[in-house]
C-alpha cells in the first residue's frame, strides 16, 4: 500500500518537459515584442531621417542653441516618472510657453496616415493627457511663422488614435508628401510634410522660426516607447 501512495505522488508531480520551454518561448516573444519597435526605429528609421535635409531651418543656430541649453537642462532620458511628461512646460524648460492671449484657445488636427481625426490642440495647455498641446508664444496655425504641435507616444501596440496617451506613436511612419489637416477658427488648412528629423531632447530647434510662409512642426519622443530623442516632423502650408 506504502508503495502505491509513492508511486501515485511520484506521477502527480511529474511535470511535462515541453512545459518550462514553452514560458521560455513565451517570456522571449513578449520580451521581442516589447523591444522589436525600438531596435526597428534606431536600426532602420532613424538612419533614414538623419540623411534628410531641412529647407527652411538654420541647423548652425539649433546646434548652439541645443548647446546653451545642454548646459542647464538634465538630460530628460534619466527622468523615471511619466507624468513628468505630461506636463508640456517641461519638455523646452530654456524657452517655456508665453501664456499670453490668443485669438484662439484650441483648433483641432487631422492626419490621415495615423487616422486621426479632430484631435484637439490646445494652445498653451499643460496636459498632454487630455489634449495635443500648441506651444505658446509660436504662431497659430495660418499665420506666417512656424506652429509647433507636440504629443504623448509610446509602443506601437498600444497605438489608439483618439487617445492623446498614445496618440503620436506611429508618427515615425510619417514622410515626406504625407498631408496634415488643420481646422483653425473656422478655416480648414492643408500641410504637406517635407521633413523629418530626430534631435536631442535639449536641441530647441523646433521652436525655429521663419516668416516668409506657414509651417509646422509636430514633435514627439522617440524610439517609440522611450524619451531618448524627439521627432520633428516639418510641414508647409499649401496654398489651394
Same mark, same amino acid.
Given at each position: 500500500?506504502?508503495?502505491? $501512495?509513492?508511486?501515485?505522488?511520484?506521477?502527480?508531480?511529474?511535470?511535462?518537459?515541453?512545459?518550462? +520551454?514553452?514560458?521560455? !518561448?513565451?517570456?522571449? +516573444?513578449?520580451?521581442?515584442?516589447? $523591444?522589436? %519597435?525600438?531596435?526597428?526605429?534606431?536600426?532602420? *528609421?532613424? @538612419?533614414?531621417?538623419? /540623411?534628410?535635409?531641412?529647407? $527652411?531651418?538654420?541647423?548652425?543656430?539649433? !546646434? /548652439?542653441?541645443?548647446?546653451? !541649453?545642454?548646459?542647464?537642462? /538634465?538630460?530628460?532620458?534619466?527622468?523615471?516618472?511619466?507624468?513628468?511628461?505630461?506636463?508640456?512646460? *517641461?519638455?523646452?524648460?530654456?524657452?517655456? @510657453?508665453?501664456?499670453?492671449?490668443?485669438?484662439?484657445?484650441?483648433? #483641432?488636427?487631422?492626419?490621415?496616415?495615423?487616422?486621426?481625426?479632430?484631435?484637439?490642440? #490646445?494652445? !498653451?495647455?499643460?496636459? &498632454?493627457?487630455?489634449?495635443?498641446?500648441?506651444?505658446?508664444? *509660436?504662431?497659430?496655425?495660418?499665420?506666417?511663422?512656424?506652429?509647433?504641435?507636440?504629443?504623448?507616444? #509610446?509602443?506601437? /501596440?498600444?497605438?489608439? %488614435?483618439?487617445?492623446?496617451?498614445?496618440? +503620436?506613436?506611429?508618427?515615425?511612419?510619417?514622410?515626406?508628401?504625407?498631408?496634415?489637416?488643420?481646422?483653425?477658427?473656422?478655416?480648414?488648412?492643408?500641410?504637406?510634410?517635407?521633413?523629418?528629423? $530626430?534631435?536631442?531632447?535639449?536641441?530647441?530647434?523646433?521652436?525655429?522660426?521663419?516668416?516668409?510662409?506657414?509651417?509646422?512642426?509636430?514633435?514627439?519622443?522617440?524610439?517609440?516607447?522611450?524619451?531618448?530623442?524627439?521627432?520633428?516632423?516639418?510641414?508647409? &502650408?499649401?496654398?489651394?
Amino acid at each position: 500500500m506504502y508503495r502505491y $501512495v509513492k508511486e501515485v505522488k511520484k506521477k502527480r508531480i511529474q511535470i511535462p518537459r515541453v512545459i518550462p +520551454f514553452l514560458f521560455m !518561448a513565451l517570456g522571449f +516573444f513578449v520580451l521581442l515584442w516589447t $523591444v522589436w %519597435p525600438i531596435l526597428a526605429f534606431t536600426t532602420f *528609421t532613424e @538612419q533614414l531621417l538623419a /540623411q534628410t535635409v531641412s529647407p $527652411v531651418s538654420d541647423r548652425n543656430e539649433g !546646434a /548652439q542653441t541645443s548647446a546653451l !541649453a545642454s548646459m542647464h537642462y /538634465q538630460d530628460p532620458t534619466i527622468v523615471e516618472n511619466d507624468s513628468v511628461y505630461a506636463n508640456a512646460n *517641461t519638455w523646452f524648460p530654456m524657452k517655456p @510657453q508665453k501664456k499670453g492671449m490668443t485669438t484662439v484657445n484650441t483648433y #483641432t488636427v487631422s492626419i490621415p496616415k495615423l487616422k486621426i481625426e479632430n484631435a484637439m490642440v #490646445t494652445v !498653451a495647455g499643460d496636459d &498632454l493627457n487630455t489634449s495635443l498641446i500648441h506651444y505658446g508664444g *509660436t504662431p497659430l496655425p495660418g499665420q506666417y511663422g512656424n506652429a509647433v504641435i507636440f504629443g504623448h507616444s #509610446t509602443l506601437p /501596440q498600444f497605438y489608439n %488614435p483618439k487617445n492623446y496617451k498614445t496618440i +503620436f506613436s506611429l508618427l515615425p511612419s510619417m514622410q515626406k508628401g504625407d498631408e496634415i489637416f488643420i481646422h483653425n477658427d473656422g478655416v480648414d488648412y492643408r500641410y504637406v510634410v517635407y521633413d523629418l528629423l $530626430v534631435v536631442e531632447p535639449t536641441d530647441l530647434s523646433p521652436l525655429e522660426q521663419r516668416f516668409d510662409d506657414s509651417y509646422i512642426t509636430v514633435v514627439t519622443c522617440v524610439p517609440p516607447g522611450t524619451y531618448w530623442k524627439r521627432l520633428n516632423v516639418k510641414a508647409k &502650408l499649401e496654398k489651394t
